[in-house]
């Protein structure tokens, strides 16, 4: 049974950390969403992010710079979705989808040169007190700064959503383009607006997984996180409250994951990187009738899953 | 007699090329080569050089034009693995896996099945392959139907759990134990093996694409289940008033989708590999995604998006065995093409 707490335990522990990147993308597709649009190009923002904050970190020599060039470059990637899909109406899936892999092609070629480079990052802050609760202390409370930025992110994106002018905005423009403009709200301006969040919190993920969590940049080191938190955002209800759990939960297969290899569990590795992926499409496929009927109206022509 | 071209005519000519969707998508490309041309430029190189070595490594020789043909058979497989789908209004972004997915049926028949005779061993690789893929795909559909999960995400997300499953299979039980360790499987036998034609590294896999192409053409223009598929696509629920059976429609597209899908991972084990490794597909999936998005979904555009598409490819394996770019860059060009060729397209003029 010591045995099964030593994983439990460990599994905790190692669930925030990957959690955190995937939450920052699930934020930032949220707001996208709320808007009207889906990005599928979450995936690329992500990888310019985690590359071009490495990038920057290792030219400047100051995390915090690479940290705000990897949300900008996240926002830049999806502006081009934005004069896209907004201007130019092209289908959203294929143009975002088509975007992830441009900026999987442009961080593969702008990081080859930093893939051995070594960078201090951003490491662990232990809060007093709260640190030392036992086991969930340490899980939660022993994180680089993005971690705790996002902890607050959640029920601060809540709170903005549903009580101040600007979220209301978003909610009326993602609900309907029409009754928004007759409402006096300009529906592009606040659906650039939305898409350039997205994309910088996509980026903010990206650069958890590049300057907090491994230290190190590798072609594709995203392998679909993006697209997780695409998955995620639905599974969520189009709720930040609920995203916090959903992204935990993925975070939490990824630290159960190298649990079970450390302790030496007789399954193949590769089965075991399957789980985060299989456990959220579970989670998806468990919550989804709810998920239909919250669906923000704009959204109803490009995902619809019923016929 | 004949007069030169007036400059109405001219107009006339050059407006009616603009307004054309080929004519329009032909302007697209060339914007994007220009924009790809400046990005080489930005970075210190000379884009005339850089376009003439991919030229000449392309279309430019008999060697060129067969490796083109070559990488196009799973360009057009998997670009019908979107289009057929999304003619009822599916997407299927798992092309990839589906790949990944008809390679390994299609490697277990050929490794563990005795069937001993070529004229055999292929169809039966070839069915296996297709209903690997097929049965990937029709994952989505269940998810979809009973549980309301949307295809995009779970298509998307299979991909990586296809990739893993392969792996699972070469780094263990199907390791080949003389391979020095490498994650391999043995390597086929000459009965599964697509023989090469016409002297190049071309292979019978060819016949695969063009019968697919053909055949999806009929079919969705010729016969009533090919309107009926568009009508689906179009209003499932004004499809199901008229009697149209919905479901069976979309569970047919999507399992031909996979299917063809999953003949091009056999044609790729089959035909170029000869065994089954991690990485076989390398985006090809995802390429053919993006080839149906720029072909608008029609079978016969496809060719060319898929022959566009292969051509960059080529050339960017020429570019990077020279030194001159990583291949990587090509998928920055093939972003760019498919951006600019549906940013160019007519904006219809939405009823208010």
């Known amino acids: ?307 | 007699m004949n007069q030169p071209i007036s400059l109405q005519q001219a107009q006339g000519f050059a407006f009616a090329f603009t307004n054309h969707p080929a004519g329009r998508s032909v302007i697209a490309i060339i914007f994007a080569f220009v924009v790809f041309a400046i990005f080489i430029a930005v970075i210190g190189r000379d884009p005339i050089e850089i376009y003439t070595k991919m030229f000449e490594g392309t279309l430019g020789s008999k060697v060129g034009l067969s490796e083109v043909g070559v990488r196009m058979i799973p360009f057009v497989l998997t670009a019908l693995a979107a289009a057929i789908p999304a003619r009822v209004g599916l997407i299927n972004v798992g092309g990839e896996g589906q790949l990944y997915i008809g390679a390994w049926a299609a490697t277990g028949v050929a490794l563990y099945v005795d069937i001993g005779t070529i004229w055999l061993m292929l169809p039966a690789m070839a069915i296996a392959g297709f209903l690997g893929g097929a049965i990937w795909g029709g994952i989505a559909i269940l998810l979809r139907h009973w549980r309301n999960v949307n295809e995009v995400i779970s298509t998307l997300l299979s991909n990586y759990v296809a990739i893993l499953f392969v792996n699972f299979f070469v780094f263990g039980a199907w390791k080949n134990p003389t391979g020095f360790g490498y994650p391999y499987t043995s390597n086929f036998e000459f009965e599964s093996i697509l023989p090469s034609i016409f002297d190049t590294r071309l292979h019978l896999g060819l016949v695969l694409p063009i019968i697919g192409i053909i055949a999806t053409y009929l079919f969705l223009s010729r016969t009533r289940w090919g309107a009926n598929m568009r009508a689906v696509g179009g209003n499932p629920d004004a499809a199901r008033r008229r009697g149209i059976p919905v479901l069976r429609y979309i569970i047919i597209a999507m399992l031909v989708g996979g299917g063809l899908a999953g003949l091009a991972g056999m044609s790729e084990v089959s035909g170029i590999q000869h065994h089954l490794r991690p990485g076989i597909s390398n985006n090809l999936g995802f390429m053919g995604f993006l080839a149906s998005w720029m072909a608008n979904h029609n079978p016969i555009a496809i060719i060319g998006t898929s022959f566009l598409i292969a051509a960059i490819v080529v050339g960017g394996d020429i570019l990077q065995f020279s030194g001159d770019l990583p291949s990587a860059a090509m998928l920055i060009l093939i972003g760019l093409v498919l951006f600019s060729v549906l940013g160019f397209r007519r904006l219809e003029r939405k009823a208010e």
């Not at chain 1, 439990?8 to 597709?29: D, F, H």
């Not at chain 1, 109406?89 to 051995?116: K, P």
């Not at chain 1, 951003?122 to 609760?133: A, D, R, T, V, Y």
């Open chain 1, 1 to 307: 049974m010591s045995d099964v707490w030593l994983v439990l335990g460990g599994t905790l522990t190692g669930a925030v950390g990957p959690g955190i990147s995937v939450l920052y993308a699930t934020y930032g597709e949220l707001i996208t969403e709320r808007a009207g649009r889906i990005n599928l190009g979450t995936e690329g923002s992500m990888l310019m992010g985690a590359c071009f904050g490495f990038i920057v970190t290792v030219e400047t020599g100051s995390v915090t710079v690479g940290v705000f060039a990897a949300m900008a470059a996240g926002a830049g990637l999806s502006m081009v979705m934005a004069y896209l899909v907004i201007y130019r109406d092209t289908n959203q899936l294929a143009t975002g989808f088509a975007l992830t892999l441009f900026g999987a092609g442009i961080t593969a070629y702008a990081g080859r040169g930093y893939v051995d480079s070594i960078i201090g990052g951003l490491n662990p802050i232990s809060i007093p007190l709260l640190s030392e609760i036992p086991k969930l202390g340490q899980a939660l409370f022993q994180q680089d700064i993005l971690a705790y930025i996002a902890y607050v992110l959640g029920p601060l994106l809540f709170l903005g959503l549903h009580y101040t002018r600007a979220g209301l905005s978003l909610k009326a423009v993602g609900e309907s383009i029409e009754v928004a403009f007759a409402a006096g709200r300009n529906p592009h301006v606040i659906q650039i607006a939305a898409l350039a969040a997205g994309g910088a919190l996509a980026g903010l993920g990206g650069a958890q997984l590049s300057l907090g969590l491994t230290h190190t940049w590798s072609e594709g080191m995203t392998v679909g996180r993006g697209f997780v938190a695409v998955g995620l955002v639905i599974f969520a209800i189009w709720s930040p409250l609920r995203a916090m759990v959903g992204a935990f939960l993925f975070g939490g297969a990824i630290g159960l994951q190298l649990q079970l290899q450390t302790v030496g569990a007789p399954v193949s590795p590769f089965i075991l990187d399957m789980l985060p992926y299989l456990i959220i499409l579970f989670v998806m496929a468990l919550w989804s009738r709810a998920s239909a009927r919250a669906m923000p109206e704009g959204l109803k022509g490009v995902l619809k899953a019923t016929t």
